[in-house]
């Protein structure tokens, strides 16, 4: 028979038995968890955080010291061969002997442009750039032997042999140097405004302050929690650690807006007239290059005068061409938009000299086409071309120098940013170890 204890007997043994866990069992474990979490979450915040600050930073410094250069250098390499080949091609349709000044310009269009080949090949990039920068390299050569072979059969007395390897001259730069500068002149761009997006993406720094705020929200609860378990009104280490976070959140953004415009306004004013400028400039030369093939084939085809009459209104000036584009973006007095004015009105007046060159040719007057075209007088094709290319490049340095400044300062405010997460987030650890560890110590 079972003995039945007293119900008094069993509520006390009832009283005195082991509860499965108390919360003094519990609470360090739940300590030692919180004080990983925060830590963890600490050092998150300083690799997330300082990895977008440096993907920024490091894209507005190549943007500014590599992008930007590489771009205006494919520019002038496509600019120098144009040049180069519409150079030397009047010069000999002026004289089998041409002036030691229009040789010089030719060699030194030639020296640039393989300067600039080279710095761009040491530069890589795409294989379409790759490729077509070795085709500059061996065009280049090519080129030159041409020309060289034309200099020897003029001096000679052989002017139609001379005129067959110039007309070779000529097939090379515009068939296979000029197709393949502009290849290289798009791929920069391209790479430039890659880096423009990624030193200004918006993106990663919402994901970044996604992170700060639940780092944020932890730090809240973790203090509300502590503040139940032990009875501690305030954690110093804890308060520290969200103010660290706080000053860091705020620096950053500031740093980011303020650097997002200065570099929006650098490209705004600066790298985007540029681009414009850059290919106003190509199809200037474009413009140029024609009028002279023309002379040379002597053929009565209006396809070139049709290609004049579509590049000219791309060029512009005028509402949505080039020309108009890049004066429209001009900060207000500026010294690219004296320039760019100059330009406008020049180009204007260089167009109708083309086109008494084209009318001319409807005419079969080669001798007085050629002469509007090779002569030096102020109403020559010729001059019109240099003033207007060098009211061109004029533009093109003092839009530069907006961009680099502008894009400098961005630059620099997004300098130390990492640095400042960085830091933020290791005191924020050392504050979070601090305050969990004090009060885990009271439990031992």
Same mark, same amino acid.
């Given at each position: 028979?079972?003995?039945?204890?007293?119900?008094?007997?069993?509520?006390?043994?009832?009283?005195?038995?082991?509860?499965?866990?108390?919360?003094?069992?519990?609470?360090?474990?739940?300590?030692?968890?919180?004080?990983?979490?925060?830590?963890?979450?600490?050092?998150?915040?300083?690799?997330?955080?300082?990895?977008?600050?440096?993907?920024?930073?490091?894209?507005?410094?190549?943007?500014?010291?590599?992008?930007?250069?590489?771009?205006?250098?494919?520019?002038?390499?496509?600019?120098?061969?144009?040049?180069?080949?519409?150079?030397?091609?009047?010069?000999?349709?002026?004289?089998?002997?041409?002036?030691?000044?229009?040789?010089?310009?030719?060699?030194?269009?030639?020296?640039? +442009?393989?300067? &600039?080949?080279?710095?761009?090949? #040491?530069? *890589?990039?795409? !294989?379409?750039?790759?490729? /077509? @920068? $070795?085709?500059?390299?061996?065009?280049?050569?090519?080129?030159?032997?041409?020309?060289?072979?034309?200099?020897?059969?003029?001096?000679?007395?052989?002017?139609?042999?001379?005129?067959?390897?110039?007309?070779?001259?000529?097939?090379?730069?515009?068939?296979?140097?000029?197709?393949?500068?502009?290849?290289?002149?798009?791929?920069?761009?391209?790479?430039?405004?890659?880096?423009?997006?990624?030193?200004?993406?918006?993106?990663?720094?919402?994901?970044?302050?996604?992170?700060?705020?639940?780092?944020?929200?932890?730090?809240?609860?973790?203090?509300?929690?502590?503040?139940?378990?032990?009875?501690?009104?305030?954690?110093?280490?804890?308060?520290?650690?969200?103010?660290?976070?706080?000053?860091?959140?705020?620096?950053?953004?500031?740093?980011?807006?303020? +650097?997002?415009? &200065?570099?929006?306004?650098?490209? #705004?004013? *600066?790298?985007? !007239?540029?681009?414009?400028? /850059? @290919? $106003?400039?190509?199809?200037?030369?474009?413009?140029?290059?024609?009028?002279?093939?023309?002379?040379?084939?002597?053929?009565?085809?209006?396809?070139?005068?049709?290609?004049?009459?579509?590049?000219?209104?791309?060029?512009?000036?005028?509402?949505?061409?080039?020309?108009?584009?890049?004066?429209?973006?001009?900060?207000?007095?500026?010294?690219?938009?004296?320039?760019?004015?100059?330009?406008?009105?020049?180009?204007?007046?260089?167009?109708?000299?083309?086109?008494?060159?084209?009318?001319?040719?409807?005419?079969?007057?080669?001798?007085?086409?050629?002469?509007?075209?090779?002569?030096?007088?102020?109403?020559?094709?010729?001059?019109?071309?240099?003033?207007?290319?060098?009211?061109?490049?004029?533009?093109?340095?003092?839009?530069?120098?907006?961009?680099?400044?502008?894009?400098?300062?961005?630059?620099?405010?997004?300098?130390?940013?990492?640095?400042?997460?960085?830091? /933020?987030?290791?005191?924020?650890?050392?504050?979070?170890?601090?305050?969990?560890?004090?009060?885990?110590?009271?439990?031992?």
């Amino acid at each position: 028979m079972t003995a039945t204890l007293p119900a008094k007997a069993t509520r006390t043994a009832a009283h005195r038995a082991p509860r499965p866990a108390s919360r003094a069992l519990t609470t360090p474990t739940a300590l030692r968890a919180l004080l990983a979490g925060l830590v963890l979450l600490s050092l998150a915040w300083g690799a997330f955080g300082g990895w977008v600050a440096t993907q920024h930073s490091s894209a507005a410094d190549s943007l500014v010291s590599t992008d930007e250069r590489l771009s205006l250098d494919a520019r002038e390499m496509f600019q120098s061969v144009g040049d180069a080949d519409a150079t030397i091609t009047a010069a000999f349709l002026a004289s089998p002997r041409p002036p030691r000044g229009q040789l010089q310009r030719y060699e030194n269009d030639l020296a640039t +442009a393989q300067r &600039d080949q080279s710095a761009l090949q #040491a530069a *890589g990039g795409s !294989p379409a750039e790759v490729s /077509a @920068l $070795a085709n500059v390299g061996a065009g280049l050569s090519a080129y030159a032997g041409y020309v060289g072979e034309t200099t020897a059969e003029y001096a000679m007395g052989y002017p139609l042999t001379g005129g067959s390897f110039l007309q070779d001259a000529s097939g090379e730069a515009h068939l296979v140097l000029l197709p393949a500068a502009n290849t290289v002149f798009t791929q920069e761009n391209d790479a430039l405004n890659a880096a423009s997006g990624q030193a200004t993406e918006l993106p990663t720094l919402l994901a970044a302050l996604v992170l700060a705020l639940v780092t944020a929200f932890v730090l809240y609860r973790a203090q509300r929690w502590l503040t139940r378990r032990t009875k501690r009104v305030l954690s110093p280490g804890l308060a520290l650690a969200s103010l660290l976070l706080v000053i860091s959140v705020v620096w950053v953004a500031a740093g980011f807006l303020a +650097a997002r415009s &200065d570099l929006d306004g650098g490209i #705004a004013h *600066g790298s985007g !007239p540029v681009q414009n400028l /850059a @290919l $106003a400039s190509i199809g200037v030369q474009q413009i140029r290059g024609d009028a002279v093939l023309n002379v040379i084939s002597r053929s009565g085809s209006t396809s070139f005068q049709s290609d004049f009459l579509a590049t000219s209104k791309k060029v512009g000036p005028g509402n949505g061409s080039l020309l108009g584009d890049a004066a429209a973006a001009q900060q207000a007095g500026g010294q690219g938009s004296a320039l760019l004015s100059t330009a406008e009105q020049d180009a204007t007046a260089w167009y109708a000299a083309n086109n008494q060159v084209y009318l001319l040719n409807t005419k079969s007057d080669y001798a007085a086409e050629r002469d509007l075209i090779v002569g030096s007088g102020a109403g020559s094709t010729g001059t019109a071309y240099t003033g207007l290319e060098s009211d061109i490049t004029s533009a093109i340095r003092a839009d530069q120098a907006v961009f680099d400044s502008a894009a400098t300062k961005g630059a620099n405010a997004l300098d130390p940013l990492a640095g400042v997460v960085i830091a /933020a987030s290791l005191l924020m650890a050392a504050g979070c170890a601090w305050a969990v560890s004090r009060r885990l110590a009271e439990y031992r």
